[in-house]
């Protein structure tokens, strides 16, 4: 199978998370979806883009343009002083041939490509839901909800019936936050 | 196919186990009665649910619910934040241990471990719980809900005195019929049946509809009508053999004991009759009623009988001596008559005909039962002298209605059926009892009572009264109070392995008495007879 194009870089990693920066500017991966670096799985979980340098904020440049498109013509510098990084919440990792849905026993490598990963990955990856917990419980950038539902959202989409898949992802949650029925009920309004 | 329903969730002997359905189960196909199997580690248990509730994992889903009317939110919470659960009495152990293997279902003395999957039982569970129809076991009816024969081990059945209850109208009688029918051809024992209505011999009436065979109908061969009024059994068309009577001489002041409150006696009238059998001997009933006043007044004279006392106990004696089938002498003896019906195996049953009062009942059956009894317990005594099995008389089975009137605490040390139901199987008798009024009936008879049947009762004493005693009371009195009024039974204690509320089979239609007779040991053998002559 052919390895699908690498698309950020990891620039700082972590035991639950690592950020990465993708090598085109605005060109970040979906909130929810699934990437992977080296052996290490992750759920892209907030992204952001800033100028390079941290002291220097960018400056309008819009006025005399017509569109937006054309700030950036105008100012080629542009996409090489700005750039887009993510944070992905690591949610398993390739354990020889099996795949575990649980934190990996080193944090990825700086500078590890990082890949999106394709359907049939993410249908392999989402045939369980241990990750479920994983991100419950992690701190992250978006409440947590939020990134369950988007997490599922984006995943049902590699799976022959969606719907099934979101029921039975449904239920594993309801079996998570059995005592907290109010967030399940969040969780479940933004599945669909 | 296993059908699985849940897992045990918790549980605890006394007071029964919880199961937690899964989610594909819906909560409205558990109905309280059906029976379930849970699959323990070593061994499996029968048991019954009793409850069905619902449950939620977080009191606030019952606080703001979810919009149930979105059918993804509605499946996803099915079964996991909300979800059905049973609650099941366990009954009985089958399967498993070496014990139960050896000899059958046990009665449960643990309870399931944890997590232990709950599955629907199958027909080969029930068949080893209700048994299948054998040489000694009659199918009795099936279990409420449910295809499953519910068969009793008739051999078992006659060991013990039994109790058959209900108020009026529930299809006592018809119960009665069919254990009746069961114990004329699946056990050894023989019948002698008191019929206060005239409803087992011949032909007995239905509610609603045309009136259905009696035994010497359907058993013509093992069957003997006796009577004490000719007229009405003529009138009937019944084909009687012997038309009973009974003589002055053959009545003691033990049979005016029990008729007391019967014949509104006071205690000092029953102390005179007893002086005036040790005064006047044997013949001291017809002497009392025929003897002019002068003669009786000079017989008061010699004794300490107040003249109240005697006027209170002539009065009692005169409503027995109108009784027609009381003759100054009788000229057969009837108790050699039903012991020689009964000695050939023949079922004995005694219609009253137009004698419906109690006094009528009370007398004849107490008199009767007790010189039969005594007869066997004399046989019975040699047998066992001479240590010849072959010498035993037949195990008898007396069947009496109105059963409180016999065995109320007043009267159940006098009379011969508290005895029977006391001593048991000693002497080969026990009793049938049939009544509507279980409160009435002495405590101490009700606790020896081996199996009970109960058709619907509402009477808060006689509910207790049935159930005294038997474990699980509670759901037992809620699975009572709700039977149908009619056609449905519980039928609990020692010849069945566990309680069931069951349904009588059918009586009545050509199909039912078919089935009751294929159903004979010698059915196949006789038919194979009738083949042969018939084809030579």
Known sequence: ?192 | MTARLGIVTAASLEKGVDVRLDSPVSVEDMVVGRYVTIEGRQRRFFGMITDVSLGVTDPHLAVSPPDVADPFIAEVLTGTSTFGTIHVTPMLTIGGDAETVLEGPQPVKTIPAHFSAVNLAAEGDMDLVFGEEDKQRFNIGNPLDMETKLCLDLEEFVKRSNGIFGKSGTGKTFLTRILLIGMLQKSKAVNLIFDMHNEYGWSGTREGGPPVKGLKQLFGSRVAVFTLDEESSRRRKVSTDFVVKIGFDEITPEDIAILRATLNLTELAVEAAYQLRKSLGKDWLRQVLQRSDEELEELLKESSIHESSFQSLKRGLGTIGRLGFVVPEAHEDTVKHILDCLDRGLNVVLEFGRYREIAAYLLVANMLSRRIYARYQQRMEEAIAADKEAMKPRPLVITIEEAHKFLNPEVAGKTIFGTIAREMRKYNVSLLVIDQRPSGIDEEVMSQLGTKITCLLDNEKDIDSVLAGVSGKSELKSVLARLAPKQQALIFGHAVPMPVAFQPREYGSAQSYKSFLDAGPDAAGQAEKDIEELWG
């Open chain 1, 1 to 192: 199978m052919a390895e699908p194009a690498k698309i950020a870089e990891v620039i700082e990693a972590g035991t639950a998370q690592f950020a990465a920066q993708c090598y085109e500017l605005y060109g970040l991966p979906p909130l929810g979806s699934l990437v992977r670096t080296g052996d290490t799985y992750g759920i892209v979980a907030g992204a952001a883009t800033s100028s390079l340098e941290p002291g220097r904020r960018p400056i309008a440049r819009g006025r005399d343009e017509a569109t937006e498109e054309a700030v950036y013509q105008s100012s080629p510098q542009l996409s090489k002083l700005l750039r887009s990084e993510f944070a992905a919440a690591v949610v398993g990792y390739q354990d020889g041939d099996a795949r575990r849905q649980y934190l990996p026993p080193y944090p990825a490598r700086i500078h590890g490509f990082v890949y999106l990963c394709q359907p049939d990955e993410v249908r392999e990856f989402s045939r369980s839901f241990g990750f479920l917990n994983i991100l419950l419980n992690a701190s992250l950038p978006v409440p947590a909800g939020e990134l369950i539902a988007a997490a599922l959202r984006r995943m049902s989409r590699a799976h022959d019936d969606p719907r099934a898949f979101l029921v039975a992802a449904g239920k594993e949650l309801a079996n998570l936050l059995s005592a907290d029925f109010i967030t399940l009920k969040n969780i479940l309004g933004r599945l669909q």
